[in-house]
């Protein structure tokens, strides 16, 4: 009877160590049975064939940035505006292809977080199984006492073997009990990365939406253009000439607002800190700030930087901050986001970023931002080079950063061209002081 209870405990032991033996095991090599280990290896594969088709075509898309970038800078005829649109059109398509890529890696990526998700419940759950296993043996253990230990045993080798049995128990369960803990902090993030990658997909679902609209419309110019002019060129300067003076007023009218509110501040500067910003979007920056020269608008002076992109390229929080304004139209800045940063690092120099030309926008008024957070996607809205030059011409983003003292929205001056609009002013700096 003696040796009979003896060997009950022992045996469950054995099972109970081989049990948690195999699961460490799994655990180290990924915790994946075969099936899934190749799921996840197919995943991998079609990722990394989708970034390369990807790489290959967000080059085609740079190099059509490029040629435009490059043709803006020649004389401005009719031969060289339909080479833009063209390049545009051709520019867009790509951006469709891409954006179609990135959704399909989108799916991708999330398949493969979820698929991790589920194994890591697994393996929670696993634990969960071991461990409730070793605090019955300890609790069955726990109701002897040292003395029914001694007896159930022939010698004192044996004894001792029990005892250690007993302590090894109490550590396999703490380390359990670790492993569990760890696999839970794992699913959190593991769960928190599906949430950011189901947010891409949202955006890049949108962007698609918009990047289809926006060639449709080029497309549209681009026949519109040449049935105003019907090929010839001296028609098409004429177009060039009769905007000018409506184009010139808009630019007085944003200048002379943010000079005025210059001069009541005494021509106050900000200390340079690079840095402090980040970039909105990803691009190429096609004007800087100051005095530029580019004078085909209207103006001389350039309150902001402009960085162009393919059409409706998403467009991010430069920095942390809270959502002051907002406005959309057909002059000035067109669609248009303003962001007052004035916590954290901002405190000591409160500023407002100002986000101009957007396709759409994405966020409200009153609305707490974090550097990096979605605002838009980059158009050609208001008052860029698509009314001198033909639509379409000009996607980018105009990127300005306003002194917070003194910032203000006006009405526009000339709703009877662009119909209602209203126009953000400030005290101008250099973004790429900032940037």
Request: proline share 3%.
């Amino acid at each position: 009877m003696l040796s009979s209870r003896k060997q009950k405990p022992n045996n469950k032991l054995y099972r109970l160590f081989s049990a948690f033996l195999i699961a460490g095991v799994f655990l180290v090599m990924g915790a994946r049975p075969s099936i899934l280990a190749q799921t996840a290896t197919d995943l991998q594969q079609q990722k990394a064939a989708k970034q390369a088709q990807l790489n290959a075509i967000e080059a085609k898309i740079a190099d059509y940035q490029r040629q435009i970038k490059e043709t803006q800078g020649q004389l401005n005829n009719l031969a060289n505006q339909i080479k833009i649109l063209n390049l545009q059109i051709a520019q867009t398509e790509a951006q469709i292809e891409a954006t179609e890529g990135k959704i399909d890696a989108a799916n991708l990526e999330i398949a493969d977080v979820t698929n991790k998700i589920i194994q890591t419940e697994k393996n929670i759950n696993k634990q969960k199984a071991i461990l409730k296993s070793l605090i019955l043996e300890i609790n069955d253990l726990d109701q002897r006492s040292p003395l029914e230990i001694a007896l159930e045993n022939d010698n004192f080798s044996e004894f001792l073997d029990q005892v250690q049995y007993t302590t090894s128990i109490q550590e396999q369960s703490q380390e359990a009990l670790t492993k569990i803990k760890e696999l839970k902090v794992d699913l959190d993030e593991r769960q928190a990365d599906l949430k950011v990658e189901k947010a891409k997909l949202d955006t890049l679902l949108s962007q698609l939406d918009l990047t289809k609209v926006s060639l449709g419309g080029e497309q549209k110019g681009k026949q519109q253009l040449l049935d105003q002019t019907r090929g010839q060129e001296r028609v098409y300067q004429r177009l060039l000439t009769d905007s000018e003076a409506q184009e010139k007023a808009l630019n007085d009218e944003i200048n002379n607002l943010d000079a005025l509110i210059a001069a009541k501040l005494g021509n106050k500067k900000l200390k340079a800190i690079h840095g402090l910003l980040g970039w909105p979007m990803d691009g190429i920056m096609t004007q800087g700030y100051g005095n530029t020269g580019f004078t085909a608008l209207g103006y001389s002076f350039h309150n902001g930087i402009d960085v162009a992109a393919a059409a409706n390229t998403p467009i991010y929080a430069a920095g942390d901050g809270t959502v002051a304004a907002s406005g959309t139209g057909g002059g000035a800045y067109g669609n248009w986001v303003a962001i007052r940063h004035d916590t954290g690092k901002f405190l000591a120099h409160p500023i407002v970023t100002l986000y101009g030309h957007m396709s759409s926008f994405v966020v409200h008024n009153g609305q707490v931002l974090k550097q990096g957070d979605l605002v838009g996607f980059e158009g050609n809205t208001g008052n860029t080079t698509r009314l001198l030059y033909g639509p379409h011409r000009g996607y980018h983003i105009h990127f300005t950063v306003f002194d917070a003292e003194g910032f203000g929205v006006a009405n526009g001056a000339y709703p009877n061209i662009y119909g209602p609009y209203k126009v953000p002013y400030g005290a101008p700096y250099n973004p790429l002081d900032f940037l």
